[in-house]
């Protein structure tokens, strides 16, 4: 039998396990759609979320894109895993990731809170998170006092706002869905200062039609020099858990995550 024949058998037998037939076309997207594991198991596609983050995470085209969910798309693709990426603010991915089977989230920070409640598959990329004012209300931050005398935006359920309520400046806080709400305020003056990435927040600032000059890296926050992760719910299937980690462990051997070499 040659190649032609037994990729045609193949198919002849198939579909004579996913027998879908509409309107007198057979479908053929339920066998695609569950990648078979080594061990003859059909895996199931996962559900991945984040939150609007831009340039790490964001939307082009209607589409789920940006820096971070690049590398997440070639690990899925790497480990022959099927996918649907959704943004949501970051509390509602979080609470869906905690609680949906096969749900992988990306763009999250391992703190001891959230420890048990993933499995870690690895890093995604880096972040180096600090104040960021408006260059014509200066301020004058020269240590962690000094906030209570500033509003700052987070967003909700973030490691910034984790953080600072930590710190006891829960009243200084003004919580919001996403950073662009967050940066909303900043821009009309609500609050002084929100948090972001001096690698990253050029792309907000080009979003909302800002000069260079016109925002200010103003203060380090050093806790929030951190790792982001690709995680997964405990109950995601084992074959996909060890899929992905491999795949996400052999893209960062060869293309280690830098800011600098991230597309701008």
Same mark, same amino acid.
Do not use: C
């Given at each position: 039998?040659?190649?032609?024949?037994?990729?045609?058998?193949?198919?002849?037998?198939?579909?004579?396990?996913?027998?879908?037939?509409r309107?007198?076309?057979?479908?053929?997207?339920?066998?695609?759609?569950?990648?078979?594991? %080594?061990?003859g198991?059909?895996?199931? &596609?996962?559900?991945?979320?984040? +939150? /609007?983050?831009?340039?790490? =995470?964001?939307? *082009?085209?209607?589409?789920?894109?940006?820096?971070?969910?690049?590398?997440?798309?070639?690990?899925?693709?790497?480990?022959?895993?099927?996918?649907?990426?959704?943004?949501?603010p970051?509390?509602?991915?979080?609470?869906?990731?905690?609680?949906?089977?096969?749900?992988?989230?990306?763009?999250?920070?391992?703190?001891?809170?959230?420890?048990?409640?993933?499995?870690w598959?690895?890093?995604?990329?880096?972040?180096?998170?600090?104040?960021?004012?408006?260059?014509?209300?200066p301020?004058?931050?020269?240590?962690?006092?000094?906030?209570?005398r500033?509003?700052? %935006?987070?967003?909700?359920?973030?490691i &910034?706002?984790q953080?600072?309520? +930590? /710190?006891?400046l829960?009243? =200084?806080?003004? *919580?919001?869905?996403?950073?662009?709400?967050?940066?909303?305020?900043?821009?009309?003056?609500?609050?002084?200062?929100?948090?972001?990435?001096?690698?990253?927040?050029?792309?907000?600032?080009?979003?909302f039609?800002?000069?260079?000059?016109?925002v200010?890296?103003?203060?380090?926050?050093e806790?929030?020099?951190?790792?982001?992760?690709?995680?997964?719910?405990?109950?995601?299937?084992?074959?996909?858990?060890?899929?992905?980690?491999?795949?996400?462990?052999?893209?960062?051997?060869?293309?280690?995550?830098?800011?600098?070499?991230?597309?701008?």
């Amino acid at each position: 039998m040659n190649f032609w024949e037994l990729t045609w058998q193949s198919m002849r037998n198939a579909l004579a396990v996913f027998p879908y037939r509409r309107a007198g076309f057979i479908l053929l997207a339920p066998f695609f759609s569950f990648p078979l594991a %080594a061990s003859g198991l059909i895996l199931p &596609a996962v559900t991945v979320v984040t +939150e /609007l983050s831009p340039p790490a =995470q964001t939307i *082009v085209s209607n589409e789920v894109d940006g820096v971070f969910t690049r590398r997440v798309r070639q690990v899925l693709q790497d480990a022959g895993i099927e996918s649907q990426f959704y943004i949501y603010p970051w509390a509602r991915a979080l609470n869906r990731a905690k609680t949906h089977p096969n749900t992988l989230i990306y763009g999250i920070a391992k703190t001891p809170q959230r420890q048990s409640d993933f499995v870690w598959l690895g890093e995604i990329g880096t972040y180096q998170l600090g104040l960021v004012h408006l260059s014509q209300r200066p301020v004058g931050i020269n240590a962690l006092a000094d906030l209570q005398r500033f509003s700052i %935006a987070v967003q909700r359920e973030d490691i &910034a706002y984790q953080y600072l309520s +930590e /710190l006891g400046l829960d009243k =200084q806080l003004m *919580v919001t869905a996403d950073i662009q709400a967050s940066w909303r305020l900043l821009l009309n003056g609500k609050v002084d200062l929100v948090v972001d990435d001096p690698n990253a927040m050029h792309a907000l600032r080009e979003e909302f039609g800002l000069p260079p000059e016109a925002v200010t890296y103003a203060f380090p926050l050093e806790a929030l020099f951190t790792t982001t992760y690709l995680a997964a719910h405990p109950n995601t299937h084992p074959e996909v858990i060890q899929r992905v980690r491999q795949a996400l462990a052999d893209l960062n051997r060869r293309q280690p995550f830098k800011w600098s070499s991230a597309p701008r």
